[in-house]
């Protein structure tokens, strides 16, 4: 599975963005899909997860009420709507594939089998 993530950009705290990820492969329906996101200096944080059959969801504490994780297996594509956007949420947002077929949402990157690469997210206090 190839991944490819879009949609970020510069907003006002406050604000929304949405992200998306593009999947190509004709199995993207058989993973569940996460985002994590990676601030300058900082580890690599799981934002959120969701599964792939019944889409199913599960959000880091920080982000929990504010963003929202859906998908598309029609079109090969996982989103990311954030709202209510702080400074803090500034980071490479990054979205990942877990093809073990077990729902476990993990904030471990391990966990992951393929990786996208990033979209930047800034929020201008």
């Known amino acids: 599975v190839q991944l490819q993530a879009s949609g970020g950009g510069l907003v006002q705290a406050g604000g929304s963005l949405r992200l998306s990820c593009a999947a190509s492969?004709?199995?993207?329906?058989?993973?569940?899909m996460a985002w994590f996101r990676q601030a300058p200096g900082k580890e690599r944080e799981f934002v959120g997860a969701?599964?792939?059959?019944?889409?199913?969801?599960s959000y880091a504490d920080s982000v929990k009420g504010r963003f929202t994780i859906s998908r598309d297996n029609a079109k090969n594509t996982v989103y990311l709507q954030m709202n209510s956007l702080k400074p803090e949420d500034a980071a490479v947002y990054l979205c990942?594939?877990?093809?073990?077929?077990?729902?476990?949402?993990?904030?471990?990157?391990?966990?992951?089998?393929?990786w996208g690469q990033g979209t930047q997210v800034t929020v201008s206090s």
């Open positions: 492969g004709r199995t993207f329906t058989r993973y569940h």
């Open positions: 969701v599964s792939w059959r019944y889409s199913t969801t």
């Open positions: 990942a594939a877990d093809g073990s077929g077990v729902w476990l949402p993990s904030p471990t990157v391990n966990a992951y089998d393929y």
